[in-house]
């Protein structure tokens, strides 16, 4: 049934509040502390100059686009695209679906280089099979999934967020919402640096 525009809302706060995140071990941790030790973990990769790559499907991608923009330009970390689309038709092609990001990963990642895996249903193969591959480099994963609790990819990074909602929109749109305030106080941090 079709929700009014201020249920919507009111949903997306609800789910705002029940966002999950937890580290590799299972441990929960708690919003701010979540948020802080993603923020620190990019942030150590600005000050190492290391690497960030995000991958996604469909809405997911486009946040993996958006958000490489917004890290690098603004953030002033050295985001890489996956999706350029020569690379992704010849590696779809030549390899499988599957390999369209690992394979790329294994010729550009180097150890301690980030990967931002976003996946809505969290059962995406290409996905997982990127993060089996970064881990194999000796990087860095930080997961967003959605949909069921107990997906595959939820436990798979060193730190892991989820959105308990079997709903595309909301939750791609809280994807997106909490990687862009993770760049955001990137950003104020930076700024707070410079002018002391």
């Known amino acids: 049934m079709m929700k009014v525009p201020a249920e919507y809302l009111e949903e997306m706060i609800r789910l705002l509040h029940e966002v999950r995140i937890t580290t590799e071990s299972g441990g929960h941790q708690g919003y701010d502390a979540g948020i802080e030790r993603i923020v620190e973990m990019l942030w150590q ?54 390999a369209v990001f690992s394979k790329q990963l294994e010729l550009l990642a180097s150890k301690g280089d980030l990967l931002v895996a976003i996946s809505s249903s969290g059962e995406s193969e290409n996905i997982i099979n990127a993060i089996r591959t970064m881990r194999m480099l000796g990087g860095v994963v930080i997961t967003l999934t959605g949909f069921r609790e107990n997906n595959r990819i939820s436990m798979m990074g060193d730190v892991n967020i989820y959105v308990p909602k079997q709903h595309y929109g909301m939750v791609e749109s809280i994807h997106n919402m909490l990687l862009q305030q993770i760049v955001d106080i990137i950003v104020d941090r930076t700024s707070a640096e410079i002018n002391g």
């Open 45 to 98: 990769c600005r000050i190492n100059r290391q690497s960030v790559f995000f991958c996604g499907n469909g809405g997911s991608a486009g946040i993996a686009q958006h958000m490489t923009a917004d890290y690098m330009k603004n953030g002033g970390i050295r985001a890489h695209s996956l999706y350029e689309q020569a690379t992704l038709t010849c590696i779809s092609n030549d390899y499988t679906y599957e």
